[in-house]
């Protein structure tokens, strides 16, 4: 009798043991489908242009939608517990993306928010835009500061952002985040095209497997400089934080810019106590081919 009890006990030790491991082995090579889009969404870090499309959960309270075209791979990234957004919405996310399979760090698009003087956001907008009259200077000049969200490629060895120069040729990735009722969202189109090395695209195509690690948090060097900005300007006057009018286009110019000041931020201070965590986790997606 104790001897057909061992057995049994035996058969569902070994049962409760296969089970676990085929659950795991599910979770370790699950892989989300990218839904093909026709009408690409608007980037502006809201997700009313995502109704419809499924949203995965993930670790950190974080909420996934990924869907792709014949050009752009298309993410929506929902924080839903603010207590793991750490230093996302000052210093932005990472993405890294691996075409092998393999959780590895790679090919690396870093999106933030870059802080510009008046003269800064003069020359980038002349670059990019074109001429301003001085009337339109003069309006500008009104304020101290303003940003842009900002996409460049991370060079592997000295983990330098690098921007792609302009051109014909280079499709840019563009990004937007926001602030949703309880929620943080951060929206994505990067190119699925590598047009060059230094530029923002991923270097695959529709129908082909992609993993994807996200990365964010953490002490940067930019965090570094703000909270000691904040230390050498406290008490000084707080700035001008108006919106300067320069509404974005529809369907993704690359950097929307409007007026800021991040050094008298209170969760600054906050940091000069306690380091800000870091985290990251990967998903393998599988894009979708042409329709």
């Given at each position: 009798?104790?001897?057909?009890?061992?057995i049994?006990?035996?058969l569902?030790?070994?049962?409760?043991?296969?089970?676990?491991a085929?659950?795991?082995s599910k979770?370790?090579?699950?892989v989300i489908?990218?839904d093909?889009t026709?009408?690409?969404?608007?980037?502006?870090g809201?997700?009313?242009?995502?109704?419809?499309?499924?949203?995965?959960?993930?670790?950190?309270g974080?909420?996934?939608?990924f869907r792709n075209?014949?050009?752009?791979?298309?993410?929506l990234f929902v924080?839903?517990?603010?207590?793991?957004?750490?230093?996302?919405?000052?210093?932005?996310m990472?993405?890294?993306?691996?075409t092998?399979?393999?959780?590895?760090?790679?090919?690396a698009?870093?999106f933030r928010?870059?802080?510009?003087?008046a003269d800064q956001?003069i020359?980038?907008?002349?670059?990019?835009k074109?001429?301003?009259?001085?009337?339109?200077?003069k309006?500008i000049k009104?304020?101290?500061?303003?940003?842009?969200?900002?996409?460049g490629?991370?060079?592997k060895?000295?983990e330098e952002?690098?921007?792609?120069?302009?051109?014909?040729?280079?499709?840019p990735?563009?990004?937007?985040m926001?602030?949703?009722q309880?929620?943080?969202?951060?929206?994505?189109?990067?190119p699925?095209?590598k047009?060059?090395?230094l530029a923002?695209?991923i270097?695959t195509e529709?129908?082909?497997?992609?993993?994807?690690?996200?990365e964010?948090?953490g002490?940067?060097?930019?965090?570094?400089?703000l909270?000691?900005?904040?230390?050498g300007?406290a008490?000084?006057?707080?700035r001008?934080?108006?919106?300067a009018?320069?509404?974005?286009?529809?369907?993704?110019?690359?950097?929307?810019?409007?007026?800021?000041?991040?050094?008298?931020?209170p969760?600054?201070?906050?940091?000069?106590?306690?380091?800000?965590?870091?985290?990251?986790?990967w998903?393998?997606?599988?894009?979708a081919?042409?329709?």
């Amino acid at each position: 009798m104790a001897k057909r009890r061992l057995i049994k006990t035996s058969l569902l030790v070994l049962m409760a043991f296969a089970i676990s491991a085929f659950c795991f082995s599910k979770d370790k090579d699950e892989v989300i489908a990218s839904d093909w889009t026709t009408t690409p969404p608007k980037i502006d870090g809201l997700s009313q242009d995502w109704e419809g499309f499924p949203l995965i959960s993930q670790k950190y309270g974080v909420k996934l939608g990924f869907r792709n075209d014949e050009k752009y791979f298309y993410v929506l990234f929902v924080f839903t517990d603010l207590k793991y957004l750490t230093t996302a919405e000052l210093t932005g996310m990472t993405l890294y993306f691996n075409t092998q399979g393999e959780q590895k760090k790679g090919r690396a698009i870093n999106f933030r928010k870059i802080q510009l003087t008046a003269d800064q956001f003069i020359a980038w907008m002349e670059k990019n835009k074109g001429p301003i009259s001085e009337e339109e200077k003069k309006k500008i000049k009104a304020h101290d500061a303003y940003w842009l969200f900002h996409s460049g490629i991370i060079k592997k060895d000295t983990e330098e952002i690098i921007t792609a120069e302009e051109s014909a040729r280079i499709t840019p990735a563009v990004f937007r985040m926001a602030r949703e009722q309880k929620t943080f969202t951060c929206e994505l189109a990067i190119p699925l095209e590598k047009a060059t090395e230094l530029a923002p695209g991923i270097g695959t195509e529709p129908g082909e497997n992609l993993t994807v690690g996200f990365e964010w948090g953490g002490w940067t060097k930019d965090l570094k400089q703000l909270v000691a900005s904040q230390m050498g300007a406290a008490g000084s006057k707080a700035r001008d934080e108006r919106a300067a009018d320069d509404p974005a286009r529809e369907g993704g110019d690359p950097q929307d810019v409007r007026g800021m000041s991040w050094s008298d931020r209170p969760e600054l201070a906050a940091m000069r106590k306690r380091q800000p965590k870091k985290y990251m986790f990967w998903v393998d997606v599988k894009l979708a081919d042409k329709q």
